[in-house]
């Protein structure tokens, strides 16, 4: 009984990922007749061969195979740059005493309160004033502020020996060498699950490109996808966008099933 | 918590902590500063003009029948997703915690739709309820069910909560199972003991224990729905028909950048920032008492 309701929710939740891939294996007229049919059809190989190279829809939008380039760019950079700045602004607060330390912790811990969504027009005029529009700067870094990232460090950190520290120092390693020869090696876990799950935190995005790229050259798969279907209307070609739309989940799903015990971990660390 | 052995240095923490700190400062403090201001002006559209109007915009937002539906709508639509992701999200990890050895494996069947974007679940979605191409949409139809999402404000309402749930169950499930497993065997072997019946001892012993889960659950499901379905929204319904799926965070994002209203707008940000700092608040409270549970 248990597993039956188990499986029945299984089902469920993949039912639209099923429905998604028969219908990006048929041809338009077939879908737009309304018989969209349980198994897949014959039509795959052509339908994702015209979304990955001219893009899909009425209205041909990039094609797939740029815009997946620019999601990777941009979720890569998003999760690397999140990861670099914040364990160098942890490492800091930890394992040095200055001045003003305390602050400029609480400056950045403040920022958890003030989601991109909710500043989204004051930042985005910040953006145009600095000229960072269509940019990969302007993209990316607004982004890659977080809170989060410091605290998981910090409390990481934490948790280091201080007898690490003393051995360090009198072998005459300064805090660099430290950092590169025993913090970072110390900290690989950590940071391979922080990066799965910035990684499709920074795929997923979707208002920030969306106001910040206008150049479709830049457009990002999950922003392009949401454009292709525009009114979703029955006339559109249902084919090659649901044929997109396997392409713009597939990465994220990929990384989650491959890495699984680093995703529930960085879930569990960095949301507590 | 201090550290007691520690390095020397001034300059050499500044440096470490300026990348952050510069980020911080421009794309957070500084905007959110403009946010105060500006939702203290009226500005004409073009920038041309400004005046300070105190908190007339507030006023204005407060009083403005578009944004108390915009309020509304998001009552409903959080309400609906908190509690649909959380009920089903619990009632399967209580099933997968029956068979210890298949939790696992359900885990990794259930986990995936986390990954999809929101914008993503929505095309999805919009793909099965689709009027005159949607397997269930068409489907709707044939039985006499008028379906349209595209002109009737409930059936726009229940399909972007059908795909914001959809992607929220997975991530729900992990930290129930997680909390289902965390309670010791002993507690429910002498429950059992007593006679208590399945039903009941979920009710009086599992679902008191994992209520500091759930709670902490509640706070993050609001803040999702709240913030980050607005792709689900601008994919689907683009807020309508006729504004019937107007959330609060969409109305920011058509006041400010197609109406260019700005004043308006940032008075608007500066009360969702509010209502971010008190769900942070709640949250934190939550994870201490999680912590000494």
């Known amino acids: 009984m248990a597993h039956g309701a ?72 998003i ?34 309160m003030l989601p991109v969504e909710v500043r989204i027009i004051p930042t985005f005029q910040v953006i145009v004033d600095l000229g960072l529009v269509n940019t990969w700067p302007g993209l990316v870094v607004p982004l890659i502020a977080s809170a989060t990232a410091t605290l998981l460090f910090r409390q990481f950190f934490l948790t280091i020996p201080d007898e690490f520290v003393e051995a360090a120092k009198i072998d005459g390693a300064g805090p660099l060498r430290f ?71 597939l990465p994220p799903v990929l990384v989650v099933a491959l890495m699984q015990r680093w995703f529930v971990r960085g879930l569990t660390e960095t949301e507590k | 918590m201090q550290k007691k052995v520690i390095f ?33 002006l009226r500005e004409d559209a073009f920038g041309f003009s400004r005046e300070f109007v105190g908190l007339e915009n507030f006023q204005e937002v407060l009083s403005d029948p578009t944004w108390l539906n915009a309020a509304m709508n998001t ?5 609906c997703v908190a509690g649909l992701a959380l009920g089903l999200a619990l009632f399967l990890a209580v099933q997968a915690d029956k068979s210890l050895r298949g939790a696992t494996v359900y885990r990794s069947l259930l986990i995936w739709p986390y990954a999809v974007a929101p914008a993503v679940a929505a095309v999805l979605w919009l793909f099965l ?10 489907g709707l139809r044939a039985i006499g069910v008028p379906w349209d999402y595209r002109l009737n404000g409930n059936h726009a309402m229940i399909l972007v909560v059908i795909a914001a749930v959809w992607k929220q169950i997975a991530y729900n499930f992990i930290f129930f199972l997680a909390g289902l497993q965390s309670i010791p065997a002993s507690v429910l072997e002498a429950a059992a003991i007593d006679g208590a019946r399945p039903a009941r001892r979920f009710w009086t012993v599992i679902f008191p224990l994992l209520s500091p889960t759930t709670f902490f659950l509640l706070v993050v499901n609001l803040t999702y729905a709240f913030f980050e379905t607005f792709g689900i929204i601008h994919a689907l319904t683009n807020g309508g028909p006729a504004k019937a799926t107007e959330t609060l965070i969409y109305k920011v994002y058509v006041d400010g950048v197609e109406n260019l209203n700005l004043g308006q707008s940032a008075a608007q940000s500066v009360i969702l920032m509010i209502i971010v700092i008190a769900l942070t608040a709640i949250q934190f409270r939550a994870v201490e008492k999680k912590v000494h549970y």
């Open chain 2, 129 to 138: 309820f689709q009027p005159e191409v949607g397997m269930i949409g068409r």
């Open chain 1, 179 to 249: 950092l590169k020869d025993v913090v970072l090696p110390l900290s690989l876990t950590n940071i391979a699950a922080l990066f799965v799950i910035l990684f499709i935190y920074g795929w997923n995005q979707y208002l920030w490109p969306l106001l910040i790229i206008n150049d479709r050259s830049m457009e990002t798969i999950v922003v392009g996808l949401s454009k292709m279907i525009g009114r979703g209307d029955s006339q559109n070609d249902w084919n090659t966008i649901m044929a997109t739309a396997v392409l713009a989940l």
């Open chain 2, 75 to 79: 009552v409903v639509f959080s309400g």
């Open chain 2, 8 to 40: 020397r240095g001034r300059l050499l923490p500044i440096a470490l902590l300026a990348p952050q700190l510069a980020v911080t400062f421009v794309f957070f403090f500084w905007p959110a500063g403009q946010a105060i201001y500006q939702s203290l």
């Open chain 1, 79 to 112: 999760a690397v740059g999140k990861i670099a700045i914040s364990i160098l602004s942890a490492y800091a607060v930890v394992f040095f005493r200055f001045p003003l330390r305390m602050a400029a912790f609480w400056a950045i811990f403040i920022t958890l």
């Open chain 1, 6 to 77: 188990l499986i029945l929710g299984v089902l469920i939740v993949a039912f639209p990922i099923w429905m998604t891939l028969v219908g990006s294996t048929h041809d338009a007229g077939t879908i737009g007749r309304g018989d969209v049919p349980l198994l897949p059809g014959s039509h795959g190989a052509e339908n994702f061969g015209i979304a990955w190279n001219e893009g899909g829809g009425r209205t041909r939008t990039t094609p797939a195979g740029t815009m997946l380039l620019n999601s990777l760019i941009m979720a890569v950079l």
